[in-house]
């Protein structure tokens, strides 16, 4: 089965260009760090940024912004089609997003091109300006009077939300309010959620604003637009296609969009074509899903065979194996109600399913400590969340990533239980959620006990975290260069005579081992009897490494042996790290062999 993927779009094709020779030399260095990027030349500078303009996908200028404005004015066209512009000074101190912030990437290409030339990204667009999402980058289509509705979320003026379902849209501020909900909407739909963004309020063509107001909406049907209304088009629909072999794109995207156009629903919200896995190499399947800019999705037929369908027919099953092609390639996958039964041509099938929204889980790691140790796209994922959980002294260290509205449910230790619970309730519920917690989340952390409870209903993201081991690794010099095992010390969850058995294996294998959860006020001996069988098994002047907060501002780095280390020093925010037999101390740091043989 083919699966669609999801990347984070970036430019192909990025032209530099460049007037003196300071600016080549930047150019230079960003051209060495991204294959796709390269310099543009040309008779004079004009020429070149018109031919950067013309070939690729994101220019960057090194350029005064006001040459670059006036080359580029009489080019402008229409901000989703135009390239994004970024305007780097002659010293690399400032990378400008002049043109296509959002919809071209500008601002981001800003920010990775300073990160490359340690330049400040400079971004005017007024929603990045206020930590608030912009209406055109949440990653869907969004229609209608987007800039008015947009301004009109900035300046903190009402805004209706009507949603048909609970999608899990970011967080929006508290001047964006779900509509009161009118009677359920004929068509089927899912089931309500508690109110939140993206809450679903009934039709989307209800809940107009007192006095005119402005309105959000998020639905898959077409709907009268007026100039304060937008509209976001979430991927709710499945086209599914059956076809003979041989069928023209024309004839496919003709009969789709006329059953679309028939049923009120807009193509914006196709998630993707969906067929039979006999059909994945049709042209005209494939021809139609690549002009639509979706995926094409294709199934065996034993699992199409397994979709109650209400149209099946014995005709296509001696054909391809299945009763339904079109209707269950378009069923399959979620909670699914079919829109469109069947509709054929003479070569084509079209039939059309709504599938319910679900709700998104990012169990995210926020690494040691530092804020420089923490991703990007930990970052990303806390700015999209409009529901963060997590341990009390973990989401402080990032309310200042949150965006205005989101909803915090913070709770102190020994609360892991219902934090994880929390998370995944609020994601069934239809909310985009957070579940933060300290180095990598899946590494004695959160990520274990959410998964627990989560079911195929909602969605996981998992972001990876710089885990206190490898903070602590970095600091103590080069300890895991050969194999290492993690052990966690702490009796509240396993039986000590278990974790015993585990140091005692690790012992005899000679890992490098990592003790989490090492000393507690409660648990004062647990540290000494895990080091006498270590003491066991390697000489006792084994280098032992105690690393406290890593990466903080009371971080301390202790370094000792196997025969003088005080347990006193160890405490709870402690990592320690005790050597193998071949591990040793260089110059002050503690560095394990891999036994490359250039060094012998």
């Not at 304060?228 to 069928?247: F, H, I, K, N, Q």
């Not at 067929?275 to 065996?300: M, Q, Y």
Request: proline content about 8%.
């Amino acid at each position: 089965m083919n699966h669609p993927t999801t990347t984070t779009d970036q430019p192909t094709r990025i032209g530099l260009v460049a007037a003196t020779a300071a600016g080549r030399r930047h150019a230079r260095t960003l051209a060495d760090a991204w294959p796709q990027a390269r310099l543009v030349t040309a008779d004079t500078v004009a020429d070149a940024l018109r031919a950067a303009w013309a070939e690729c996908d994101a220019v960057v200028a090194f350029l005064a912004t006001g040459a670059v404005v006036r080359i580029l004015a009489p080019l402008l066209g229409d901000k989703h089609t135009d390239p994004a512009v970024v305007v780097v000074d002659e010293a690399a101190r400032h990378a400008v997003a002049l043109l296509g912030g959002h919809a071209g990437g500008a601002n981001d290409l800003a920010g990775r091109v300073g990160a490359v030339l340690d330049a400040r990204p400079v971004v005017t667009t007024a929603s990045d300006a206020v930590g608030l999402p912009g209406l055109d980058t949440l990653g869907w289509p969004v229609e209608g009077a987007v800039a008015a509705v947009g301004r009109a979320i900035l300046d903190g003026e009402p805004v209706t939300l009507v949603a048909d379902a609970a999608w899990p849209l970011p967080a929006l501020p508290d001047n964006v309010r779900p509509a009161p909900a009118p009677v359920a909407p004929a068509d089927p739909a899912p089931p309500a959620a508690p109110p939140g963004p993206g809450a679903p309020v009934g039709p989307a063509g209800s809940g107009e604003a007192a006095g005119g107001g402005y309105r959000l909406l998020v639905t898959d049907r077409v709907v009268p637009l007026d100039d304060r209304t937008a509209v976001l088009r979430p991927p709710s629909l499945v086209a599914g296609v059956g076809a003979s072999r041989g069928v023209p794109a024309a004839e496919v995207r003709g009969l789709l969009d006329r059953v679309l156009a028939e049923a009120g629903l807009s193509p914006a919200s196709l998630r993707h074509l969906a067929s039979a896995d006999i059909k994945a190499d049709e042209a005209g399947i494939r021809a139609t899903a690549d002009a639509l800019g979706v995926p094409l999705v294709t199934h065996p037929a034993a699992e199409l065979a397994a979709v109650d369908v209400p149209h099946p027919s014995e005709v296509v099953r001696a054909a391809v194996g299945t009763p339904s092609v079109a209707e269950a390639a378009a069923l399959l996958g979620g909670d699914a109600a079919l829109l469109v039964p069947k509709t054929a041509t003479a070569m084509a099938t079209v039939a059309v399913a709504r599938h319910a929204p679900r709700g998104r889980l990012a169990i995210v790691g926020l690494g040691p400590g530092a804020p420089d140790l923490r991703t990007a796209r930990a970052v990303a994922e806390l700015r999209r969340a409009a529901v963060v959980v997590g341990l009390d002294q973990y989401v402080d260290q990032v309310r200042d990533l949150l965006r205005p509205g989101t909803r915090v449910l913070a709770s102190g230790l020994g609360a892991e239980e219902e934090r994880a619970r929390a998370a995944v309730a609020e994601a069934v519920a239809g909310h985009a959620v957070a579940l933060v917690g300290s180095g990598d989340a899946g590494v004695y952390a959160m990520a274990s006990p959410a998964l627990e409870y989560a079911d195929e209903r909602i969605d996981v993201v998992g972001v990876p975290g710089v885990t206190a081991a490898l903070a602590a690794g970095a600091l103590l010099g080069a300890p895991l260069g050969h194999d290492h095992a993690y052990l966690s010390l702490s009796d509240l969850h396993t039986p000590w005579e278990v974790i015993a058995r585990r140091v005692a294996a690790a012992a005899e294998g000679d890992f490098v081992a990592l003790l989490y959860n090492p000393r507690s006020r409660a648990r004062d001996w647990q540290l000494g009897a895990a080091l006498e069988v270590f003491a066991a098994h390697r000489p006792p002047d084994t280098p032992v490494g105690v690393v406290r907060n890593a990466s903080r501002p009371d971080e301390r780095v202790h370094l000792a042996t196997l025969a003088d280390l005080d347990p006193a020093l160890v405490d709870m925010y402690s990592v320690v790290v005790v050597g193998s037999s071949q591990t040793r101390v260089v110059a002050g740091r503690m560095v394990t062999p891999r036994g490359y043989r250039w060094r012998r």
